[in-house]
């Protein structure tokens, strides 16, 4: 577990400059998920015909997917967020460097996926109605806006970014595996059991246990959902099937994780994460999404006219 990149090299010199903050590996880690979205995405354009930009694309649904999931995390406790706030501001504004320290290590830490997914979707969304949709058969009489595939660009996006979304999720759990932030699974005697730093493990999780590596499970899982959506999304579904399909598996994956990682059990009879009901709540949106696909049957052609 390798929660900060160790100061040397050029960043030895950044570290003397700015001072005792140090640049967390989860962060270089959702750095490189973003990488692996925006090739994905930009592959998935390239072969649907779509004029968009990628790069810009995954830039904005990472930030809103960040905010959206550090909001989430900190609007679980809102006293202790309080308590947090007023920790960093205690330096007084006569000395801006230190409140900005103080809030990136504040912001480094505690994110939430289901908040993160949320805002990553409803960006997406906005970004799908003003992307201009070419191609034969995208306009029927579900979609009569003048522009073909004006009105229905949102579902669109999801669409086009369900496969970028399942790998780079798969890609961003390693970074929390590396920081040690608690999603660690239960312990274990499997063989490839890992061990966790003494001050991230709780009680009674004895502090030289092996643990379920579970978000590597994750990143397996992941890389299934994603060969799975890039391979379906080879021919021609209808507009909302593959956010149907993508939803419902990431909702199955996150649900079977938990029983094996130390989330607190707080629903029904303390049989269910808090994860676990985002996860169901997924699972059911994409059920809906996909019988609501094959029942309006909006065609995605897979290439434009030329």
């Not at 061990?195 to 709780?202: I, Q, R």
Request: some cysteine; proline content about 7%; glycine content about 12%.
């Amino acid at each position: 577990m390798y929660p900060y990149l160790p100061a040397i090299g050029p960043y030895h010199l950044f570290h003397l400059i700015i001072g005792p903050w140090q640049a967390g590996t989860f962060g270089l880690l959702l750095w490189l998920a973003a990488v692996v979205a925006t090739i994905v995405l930009y592959k998935n354009y390239a072969r649907k015909g779509v004029d968009a930009d990628a790069l810009n694309v995954v830039a904005l649904v990472v930030v809103a997917g960040v905010i959206g999931a550090k909001a989430w995390h900190e609007l679980e406790d809102v006293r202790e967020l309080r308590y947090a706030l007023h920790i960093i501001g205690a330096p007084g504004w006569q000395r801006p460097m230190q409140v900005a320290v103080g809030f990136l290590g504040w912001f480094r830490d505690g994110f939430a996926w289901f908040g993160g997914m949320l805002a990553g979707i409803a960006a997406l969304m906005w970004l799908g109605h003003g992307t201009r949709f070419k191609g034969p058969g995208w306009k029927s009489i579900v979609d009569p806006g003048p522009v073909p595939g004006t009105r229905l660009g949102a579902m669109r996006m999801l669409d086009l970014a369900a496969p970028a979304a399942a790998i780079s999720y798969g890609v961003g759990r390693i970074g929390c595996l590396l920081a040690g932030d608690g999603d660690y699974g239960i312990d274990t005697t499997l063989p490839w059991g890992v061990h966790m730093a003494k001050n991230a493990l709780v009680p009674p999780i004895p502090a030289t246990a092996l643990v379920q590596p579970t978000p590597i499970y994750e990143l397996l899982f992941s890389i299934g959902v994603f060969w799975l959506l890039w391979k379906l999304g080879e021919r021609a579904r209808p507009v909302g099937w593959l956010t149907g399909l993508y939803l419902l598996l990431s909702g199955i994956g996150r649900f079977l994780v938990e029983f094996v990682r130390i989330n607190p059990k707080l629903y029904f009879h303390q049989t269910m994460s808090n994860a676990q009901v985002a996860a169901v709540a997924s699972a059911i949106a994409g059920l809906i999404v996909l019988a609501a696909a094959q029942k309006m049957r909006v065609p995605w052609t897979p290439k434009p006219a030329a």
